[in-house]
């Protein structure tokens, strides 16, 4: 887990290899915080430590806004990967 704080306040967080091997997330920016970058550096920072792991590539399983994974990593949609490991979570 990576945190982002300014003194005692939480300003973000991002986890990696948490819901699987491999996987970046859950991560959140709290909304007085958004906008700074600070969503774009903990993404980047848990990404280099999968690499520095050993993984070719991270998956960020249930993404919610698309269009800044892909501006800011290239990140690509898995087709047909609409519920991916979470389909049968609690079947």
Known sequence: ML????GKTLLGFTCY????????????VAP???GKGI???LLLAAL???H???FAYGVIGQAGPVEFYKQT???VEIPG???GVFANALA
């Open 39 to 41: 969503g774009k550096a």
């Open 81 to 83: 990967s609409e519920h």
């Open 52 to 54: 520095a792991d050993g």
């Open 32 to 34: 007085e915080a958004r």
């Open 48 to 50: 280099h430590r999968l």
């Open 73 to 75: 990593c290239g990140a």
């Open 17 to 28: 290899d948490v819901t699987c091997r491999g996987f970046f997330g859950p991560t959140g």
């Open 3 to 6: 945190i982002t704080t300014e």
